[in-house]
């Protein structure tokens, strides 16, 4: 039997094929539902993802793998949950959103938008060399990128190291800040969870929340995301600028 085989969800659930049954998935089958292993395996099948390995991050509403693709390099793999989501609460916040005020209240449709937007989002982003993973693909829940780590083995969060020197950091995430608002984009959950360190150098990533800056609730969005910066900062002995709302928000254009 050959990937190629398989074109469609209804012949995939008539085939009956199990996650076991595919070698190249090193991870238990409890992640997944069959929609959700139909997609994986479609990406297996178009040549995106070579293996899945492990998970290195599970969370409410999406689950991260570790992979690689044909070239044997790691790759990030973003599974959204399907069965077990608060999609209405999706909903909610994607029809706020000027790009996707159209898509259904319908949970699948909705989980399938939320992926969309986040490919999306990160296009912008790594178009405008901010620090982020690269996007790669995306097919319906499953968002495939380049992976910030060593050896299958994700960067650590800001919140889990000691930084060196934090007053540097500070200097470079203001930074990707003003990639993001030169880019009309506000990431809209930007904290020290979701900012990763490589070889010192901050990387952004979660990017499912990111507004661009048309949204009714950029301001907030904005202010939210560098009060939560400097926050953290403050904490660490940094001299916070208190106007740094002000001048990104020129930046921006949202004056």
Request: glycine fraction near 4%; charged fraction near 35%; charge should be positive.
């Amino acid at each position: 039997m050959k990937f190629e085989d398989i074109y469609s969800f209804d012949d995939f659930k008539k085939r009956k094929i199990r996650l076991e049954d595919i070698k190249e998935f090193k991870v238990e089958s409890k992640f997944f539902d069959e929609r959700t292993l139909f997609n994986l395996y479609r990406t297996m099948a178009k040549g995106i993802v070579s293996s899945i390995e492990f998970p290195v991050k599970e969370g409410k509403e999406s689950i991260v793998l570790a992979g690689k693709d044909k070239n044997d390099e790691w790759i990030a793999i973003k599974v959204y949950r399907i069965l077990h989501c608060d999609f209405k609460n999706m909903w909610k916040y994607l029809i706020a959103d000027p790009r996707f005020f159209h898509v259904r209240k319908s949970r699948l449709q909705v989980v399938i938008t939320w992926a969309r937007r986040e490919y999306k989002n990160l296009k912008i982003a790594y178009k405008a060399k901010v620090n982020c993973p690269k996007p790669i693909f995306v097919l319906e829940n499953v968002l495939v990128m380049s992976f910030i780590g060593e050896n299958g083995i994700p960067s650590p969060r800001l919140s889990d190291i000691k930084i060196k020197n934090p007053k540097k950091m500070y200097e470079k995430v203001v930074e990707e800040i003003e990639k993001m608002s030169k880019a009309k984009l506000i990431h809209g959950d930007l904290s020290q969870f979701n900012i990763l360190s490589k070889d010192d150098q901050p990387f952004i990533i979660d990017f499912s929340q990111a507004i661009r800056t048309r949204h009714p609730f950029a301001k907030e969005f904005l202010e939210r995301d560098i009060n939560n910066i400097n926050k953290f900062f403050k904490k660490l002995g940094v001299e916070i600028d208190e106007n740094l709302f002000e001048k990104m928000k020129i930046v921006a254009g949202l004056e």
